[in-house]
């Protein structure tokens, strides 16, 4: 009942600005978010890197309208990956980008040439991008831009959601050599003509869309926080003979840190999505609710702030 009422809330613009105006509400989103700028990404991604672990920075933003605002986006990645390759951290951390943070919904030609230039500035740094995926009305203009990326660097990574009936499909279709696929349950409130409504029929899904990885040359990265699934993983990676480095665990920032350490001990590669950046809101409200007793956490750190 409370997700799909979080979800269209993380939807409402008003509602972000308001949020964003609550005094104290940048240290509220510190457990799951960098900070608000480059510096703060860098120093969160040096201590993640120092424990092992891999990290995938976002500049937090989506559903531009404004041509100027998509160009101050792709800026803010170009002068993040600058700061990445002079700290020497473009070996261990990439960038993901969201699409409509580049404008997307304003011109597909217009989010092309801006993520060429993300994957551009990438190369130069010495790492490479990640296109996040995000509602399914946007899921073939995501692809099909992901695959003119791959043109310039094949190794731009993709994302599939497991909650989608296409996924498994795309999942064959993606898992070529040299290609990398995040594969995720997704985060979205979906309809039930595209997506599963159940939450075993979702697991179910991700299961098969991670034996096709698995079994396919490209390089899953299973991003999940669920112990079953990481179980899985590991099973179908020693089953289908991959290396320890031949796949990925990904998790989000602040969830499960004992686990992605103990992953990384295990010698496994685990990489942090790092969010950083003024619009934290619709990125916040999506993590509540995947878990709504986070807001517990929120009216608690909101409550010892007034
Ligand atoms: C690296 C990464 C990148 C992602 N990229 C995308 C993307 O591009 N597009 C997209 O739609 N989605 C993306 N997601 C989000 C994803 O789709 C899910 O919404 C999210 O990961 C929760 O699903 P889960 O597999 O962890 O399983 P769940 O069943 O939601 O969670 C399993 C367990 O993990 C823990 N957990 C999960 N979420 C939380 C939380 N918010 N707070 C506290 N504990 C929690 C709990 O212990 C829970 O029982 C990404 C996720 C990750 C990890």
Known sequence: MLRPAILAAARSKRLGVAARALPGSRALVGRFVAGVDADDALAVSRELVADGLHVTLDHLGEDTTDRGQADAVVVAYENVLALLASAGLADRVEVSLKLTAVGLDLDRSLALDAAHRVVAAATAAGTTVTVDMEDHTRTDATLETVALLRRERPDVGAVVQAY????????????????RVRLCKGAY???????????????????????????????????THDPALITAAGRLAAETGRGATDFEYQMLHGIRPDE????????????IYLPYGEEWYGYLMRRLAERPANLTFFARALASRS
């Open 260 to 271: 992605q350490r103990r992953l990384a001990a295990e010698g496994s590669t685990v990489r």
């Open 164 to 179: 989608l009936h296409r996924t498994e499909a795309d999942c064959a279709d993606l898992a070529g050599p040299g290609s």
């Open 189 to 223: 409130a979906e309809p039930a003509d595209v997506a599963y409504q159940g939450k075993d029929e979702v697991t179910a899904s991700y299961l098969r869309c991670l034996e096709v990885l698995m079994r396919g040359s490209g390089r899953p990265l299973v991003a």
